[in-house]
């Protein structure tokens, strides 16, 4: 079955159902590239988050001050 013959019946489950499919997925990639699934509760680290990027938001500032002193 292609993805085009898939995409309707996945529209038409019902939420849980939908979450299982992600899960089925993720689980069967994981082990495809022979990688741990993720586990429910576990923190997993990120390389990089935006949370204490403030020269970004300075930034991000002053573009959006520049764009509303254009209109």
């Known amino acids: 079955m292609s993805l085009a013959e898939l995409m309707p019946h996945l529209q038409s489950l019902l939420r849980e159902e939908k979450l299982r499919a992600i899960q089925?997925?993720?689980?069967?990639?994981?082990r495809e590239e022979q990688a741990p699934p993720l586990q429910s509760g576990k923190e997993y680290p990120l390389p990089w988050s935006?949370?204490?990027?403030?020269e970004a938001a300075a930034t991000l500032m002053q573009v959006l001050e520049a764009a509303k002193g254009k209109q």
Do not use: G, M, R, S
Not at 24 to 30: G, I, S, V
Not at 50 to 54: H, T, V
């Open 24 to 30: 089925f997925l993720a689980d069967n990639l994981a």
């Open 50 to 54: 935006p949370w204490d990027a403030y």
